[in-house]
């Protein structure tokens, strides 16, 4: 194998390794910022099914579901 050949296959892994990190930053910035989003969303979500829509002793999941029309009777 030439001289060449090998700092070109040096230089490939370096690339490789630099965009893999740059990637998983990305990514697990993107999946932060989705899951915050997500919570809330839900909380807000919770809130207002909480101040709206519970009745005298129920609970936000009992009326999600009721809401859902999910609820056992």
Not at 6 to 15: C, F, P, R, T
Not at 47 to 65: I, R, S
């Amino acid at each position: 194998m030439s001289k060449l050949t090998q700092v070109n296959e040096k230089i490939a892994e370096g690339v490789v390794k630099g965009y893999k990190k740059i990637e998983d930053g990305v990514v697990g910035g993107y999946k932060k910022i989705e899951k915050g989003a997500v919570e809330g969303f839900n909380k807000v979500t919770d809130k207002c099914v909480e101040k709206l829509f519970t009745k005298d002793g129920e609970t936000v999941e009992q009326a999600k579901k009721r809401l859902a029309g999910t609820d056992e009777k």
